[in-house]
T-cell receptor
Framework: DGGITQSPKYLFRKEGQNVTLSCEQN?????MYWYRQDPGQGLRLIYY???????QKGDIAEGYSVSREKKESFPLTVTSAQKNPTAFYLC???????????FGPGTRLTVL | RKEVEQDPGPFNVPEGATVAFNCTYS??????FFWYRQDCRKEPKLLMS???SGNEDGRFTAQLNRASQYISLLIRDSKLSDSATYLC?????????????FGSGTKLNVKP
């Protein structure tokens, strides 16, 4: 079955640590995205990528970094510079240029 | 001004009721419109795309009003399982990339 997978489902981090969230898709989509969702809030765009080896900052990129070395993979690193990283992180993909986004099941990050 | 605005609700309705949500968008160049459903602590899932002529899928009807820049979702004969948050999504749809703008969501509670 085609889809998007994210791991881990739950992640706990100590203050000052960097953590990397995984996102993999086998939908052959060109575009991939990372969003953050806080309780009772909408989705806010962190980073997006249209093609391999290219990515752009979204609205709240500070304290985050990404890479896009393969079409299928778009990992997100939450660095110690991110002041308030506790949130629900969602990865999505779409066929660039048309259509809707498909989401992975999300990673819930908690900073202890 | 936000790109997409929704009434956060909650809308509390009895089973069998008809309920309607509206969503307004600010960019008149917006081209594609979607309604997503998000269950508590889960990822958003596409409910339906919204076409210029309006579209219907079972108990759900979506409409687009470009002149007034809003889209609507009508749910007839509400079921307990319709309880969720409904997200309005708008995109300008460039040639090779979609940047998706999400509303904060409207929460629906269907009561027995």
């Amino acid at each position: 079955d085609g889809g998007i997978t994210q791991s881990p489902k739950y992640l706990f981090r100590k203050e000052g640590q960097n953590v990397t969230l995984s996102c993999e898709q086998n939908l052959n989509h060109d575009a991939m995205y990372w969003y953050r969702q806080d309780p009772g809030q909408g989705l806010r765009l962190i980073y997006y990528s249209q093609i391999v080896n290219d990515f752009q900052k979204g609205d709240i990129a500070e304290g985050y970094s990404v890479s896009r070395e393969k079409k299928e993979s778009f990992p997100l690193t939450v660095t110690s510079a991110q002041k308030n990283p506790t949130a629900f992180y969602l990865c999505a993909s779409s066929i660039a240029g048309l259509g809707e986004q498909f989401f992975g099941p999300g990673t819930r990050l908690t900073v202890l | 001004r936000k790109e997409v605005e929704q009434d956060p609700g909650p809308f509390n309705v009895p089973e069998g009721a008809t309920v309607a949500f509206n969503c307004t968008y600010s960019n008149s160049a917006s081209q594609s419109f979607f309604w997503y459903r998000q269950d508590c602590r889960k990822e958003p899932k596409l409910l339906m795309s919204v076409y210029s002529s309006g579209n219907e899928d079972g108990r759900f009807t979506a409409q687009l009003n470009r002149a007034s820049q809003y889209i609507s979702l009508l749910i007839r004969d509400s079921k307990l399982s319709d309880s969720a948050t409904y997200l309005c999504v708008v995109t300008p749809q460039s040639y090779n990339f979609n940047k998706f703008y999400f509303g904060s969501g409207t929460k629906l509670n269907v009561k027995p």
